[in-house]
């Protein structure tokens, strides 16, 4: 995902790029004065005094030159890597060592004439930092960078030849001028660094409050969602009862209409004509029949459409994912068994078990996390639903679990529910050949 590149990030970005600048032209002040020094005091065969005056012998002049602006070339490639390259945590913390290695090489090469530099580094550090996490690793970081700093890296004094010494080499007037512009660019990185600091606390404080305000549309999303979910819900099952009363009068209500009229008609014959009621009677059973065959019909409509598309295991699980995506409850499924066949009737009792019993979770219970553990044990099928909501000590049964008792009813199983930290139910299903189904025949 692309980072949003605001005014504010491209003035930050603008200044680095000034500090980056300026702090360039300076290694190449330094290292071209002392680079064109030392070439003087070689043409003026005053190489043996100056060298006397230095614990070491300094570098060629032109390879050391070329050693600080090389140095300087790769640490800003490094600093640019670690900012922008996309690094993984580990890499990044690897390239933002190795940018330190290179700084302190620069400082050396430069004989310690300069350390302006460290707070490039510093620069790049703060500008991954990211918050709590991090927040050791840059209190050490800085703390080893300070003392780099200030001291000049005391493991190299012994080993450089110092600024003063080849200021020294000019008249006093012009060495007061030299050392006093050396301590003008150094303020005036400090100052560049300073005022990009300033900046950058102010662009993670404005980029805070952006990510507190998208948090906040996307929660108000969210209620809106939820209150729109609840409404598609009361839709649906106002569509539902409505497409109920509608079998209901087309189907029983219709034939059971005309067998009434049938047998009206079977009283007033049945004395003067057996043989028409008989025929009338013959009349009514063919109306019946036809009746149960509609309402089989209408019962079948009735079975889920997702059990009529895929297994029960795979519907249990879609209708777990969607409930939970549109109610925000965290519902999680612990399968521990699922029988390999069932009628359609008790595939049809699992799934509306599993469907009530979360949904009751969260409008009643006011859950925010439920956990459906379906299990085989020998002889019996298992659907434990529990969740962490409100519970309640005085239960009284609604129908919702009035529906569940009746459904399990007809496959001779049975509900037992509790409140304890929440609300849990057990629904258990017996299976096996011992089983009745719902004309009381035993299963063969």
């Given at each position: 995902?692309?980072?949003?590149?605001?005014?504010?990030?491209?003035?930050?970005?603008?200044?680095?790029?000034?500090?980056?600048?300026?702090?360039?032209?300076?290694?190449?002040?330094m290292a071209g004065f002392m680079s064109l020094t030392q070439e003087?005091?070689?043409?003026?065969?005053?190489?043996?005094?100056?060298?006397?005056?230095?614990?070491?012998?300094?570098?060629?002049?032109?390879?050391?030159?070329?050693?600080?602006?090389?140095?300087?070339?790769?640490?800003?490639?490094?600093?640019?890597?670690?900012?922008?390259?996309?690094?993984?945590?580990?890499?990044?913390?690897?390239?933002?060592?190795?940018?330190?290695?290179?700084?302190?090489?620069?400082?050396?090469?430069?004989?310690?004439?300069?350390?302006?530099?460290?707070?490039?580094?510093?620069?790049?550090?703060?500008?991954?930092?990211?918050?709590?996490?991090?927040?050791?690793?840059?209190?050490?970081?800085?703390?080893?960078?300070?003392?780099?700093?200030?001291?000049?890296?005391?493991?190299?004094?012994?080993?450089?030849?110092?600024?003063?010494?080849?200021?020294?080499?000019?008249?006093?007037?012009?060495?007061?001028?030299?050392?006093?512009?050396?301590?003008?660019?150094?303020?005036?990185?400090?100052?560049?660094?300073?005022?990009?600091?300033?900046?950058?606390?102010?662009?993670?404080?404005?980029?805070?409050?952006?990510?507190?305000?998208?948090?906040?549309?996307?929660?108000?999303?969210?209620?809106?969602?939820?209150?729109?979910?609840?409404?598609?819900?009361?839709?649906?099952?106002?569509?539902?009862?409505?497409?109920?009363?509608?079998?209901?009068?087309?189907?029983?209500?219709?034939?059971?209409?005309?067998?009434?009229?049938?047998?009206?008609?079977?009283?007033?014959?049945?004395?003067?004509?057996?043989?028409?009621?008989?025929?009338?009677?013959?009349?009514?059973?063919?109306?019946?029949?036809?009746?149960?065959?509609?309402?089989?019909?209408?019962?079948?409509?009735?079975?889920?459409?997702?059990?009529?598309?895929?297994?029960?295991?795979?519907?249990?699980?879609?209708?777990?994912?969607?409930?939970?995506?549109?109610?925000?409850?965290?519902?999680?499924?612990?399968?521990?068994?699922?029988?390999?066949?069932?009628?359609?009737?008790?595939?049809?009792?699992?799934?509306?078990?599993?469907?009530?019993?979360?949904?009751?979770?969260?409008?009643?219970?006011?859950?925010?996390?439920?956990?459906?553990?379906?299990?085989?044990?020998?002889?019996?099928?298992?659907?434990?639903?529990?969740?962490n909501g409100q519970g309640c000590k005085d239960l009284q049964q609604?129908?919702?679990?009035?529906?569940?008792?009746?459904?399990?009813?007809?496959?001779?199983?049975?509900?037992?529910?509790?409140?304890?930290?929440?609300?849990?139910?057990?629904?258990?299903?017996?299976?096996?050949?011992?089983?009745?189904?719902?004309?009381?025949?035993?299963?063969?």
């Amino acid at each position: 995902m692309t980072e949003a590149y605001t005014p504010e990030k491209r003035r930050l970005e603008w200044l680095y790029g000034l500090l980056g600048l300026y702090n360039g032209l300076v290694v190449l002040l330094m290292a071209g004065f002392m680079s064109l020094t030392q070439e003087k005091i070689i043409k003026t065969m005053s190489a043996h005094a100056f060298l006397t005056t230095l614990p070491i012998v300094p570098m060629p002049a032109f390879r050391g030159f070329l050693a600080s602006i090389g140095a300087y070339a790769l640490m800003l490639f490094l600093g640019k890597l670690y900012r922008h390259g996309g690094l993984t945590g580990g890499q990044r913390h690897l390239v933002f060592a190795a940018e330190i290695g290179v700084c302190m090489l620069l400082m050396r090469s430069l004989n310690l004439a300069y350390d302006g530099v460290v707070l490039l580094a510093v620069a790049d550090l703060m500008h991954r930092y990211q918050g709590e996490n991090q927040s050791w690793l840059l209190l050490g970081a800085m703390v080893g960078l300070y003392f780099m700093a200030n001291y000049n890296l005391a493991i190299f004094q012994r080993h450089v030849a110092p600024f003063d010494v080849y200021a020294a080499y000019y008249r006093p007037e012009v060495q007061s001028v030299l050392l006093a512009i050396q301590n003008g660019l150094i303020s005036l990185n400090i100052v560049l660094f300073v005022l990009y600091l300033v900046l950058l606390v102010q662009n993670k404080h404005h980029e805070k409050e952006r990510i507190a305000s998208l948090n906040k549309q996307l929660e108000e999303a969210n209620v809106r969602l939820r209150a729109y979910a609840i409404e598609a819900e009361r839709t649906a099952e106002t569509r539902e009862r409505n497409r109920l009363a509608r079998e209901i009068h087309d189907t029983l209500g219709h034939t059971l209409t005309g067998i009434v009229a049938g047998l009206d008609a079977c009283l007033v014959l049945v004395d003067a004509a057996p043989a028409a009621v008989k025929k009338q009677m013959e009349k009514i059973r063919a109306t019946a029949q036809h009746g149960i065959v509609d309402v089989r019909r209408s019962v079948k409509k009735l079975r889920p459409d997702d059990l009529e598309k895929m297994p029960l295991q795979q519907a249990v699980k879609k209708v777990i994912a969607e409930f939970g995506a549109s109610s925000g409850v965290d519902i999680h499924l612990v399968e521990l068994g699922w029988p390999e066949k069932l009628r359609e009737d008790e595939e049809e009792v699992i799934y509306r078990i599993v469907q009530e019993g979360i949904t009751n979770a969260r409008r009643h219970g006011k859950a925010t996390k439920v956990t459906v553990t379906c299990g085989l044990e020998p002889g019996r099928f298992y659907i434990i639903i529990a969740d962490n909501g409100q519970g309640c000590k005085d239960l009284q049964q609604g129908f919702g679990l009035r529906h569940m008792e009746e459904r399990l009813a007809l496959l001779h199983g049975r509900l037992r529910y509790w409140s304890d930290k929440g609300f849990t139910l057990e629904a258990t299903i017996p299976m096996g050949k011992n089983v009745m189904d719902n004309n009381g025949e035993a299963e063969g």
